[in-house]
């Protein structure tokens, strides 16, 4: 079993930056991709982006390709967001998840999910 717990969530005006953390716990980070996903009020879940076992390898929705940067660190067991230029539009639940597969844009790809943390971005 992994559990996921995400942080570092918040209320920023547009143009800023925050950074989300993922903290792994139960089994070993290396071996899983993580994905970020998000999830605004009367929408479906989206994909943002992910990152291999390795750190390899990266892809990103396009909304947030050149803004958002996917990091690990395996022996902290912990997965970052860096999400920079925030728009309005990025205002969501952000969601970390683990999965086996690398390149999975889809929720469905993804084993362990965590709580989510809240992103609000003021114009």
């Known amino acids: 079993q992994v559990q996921l717990v995400e942080s570092g969530g918040g209320l920023v005006q547009a143009g800023g930056s925050l950074r989300l953390s993922c903290a792994v716990s139960?089994?070993?980070?290396?071996?899983?991709?993580m994905g970020w996903f998000r999830q605004a009020p009367g929408k479906e879940r989206e994909f943002v982006g992910t990152i291999s076992w390795s750190a390899g390898s990266t892809f990103y929705a396009d909304s947030v390709t050149g803004r958002f940067t996917i990091s690990r660190d395996n022996a902290k067991t912990t997965v970052y967001l860096q999400m920079n230029s925030l728009k309005p539009e990025d205002t969501a639940v952000y969601y970390c998840?683990?999965?086996?597969?690398?390149?999975?844009?889809?929720?469905?790809?993804?084993?362990?999910w965590g709580q989510g943390t809240q992103v609000t971005v003021s114009s």
């Open positions: 139960g089994r070993t980070l290396s071996r899983y991709s």
């Open positions: 998840a683990a999965g086996r597969f690398h390149g999975i844009t889809t929720s469905r790809g993804y084993e362990y």
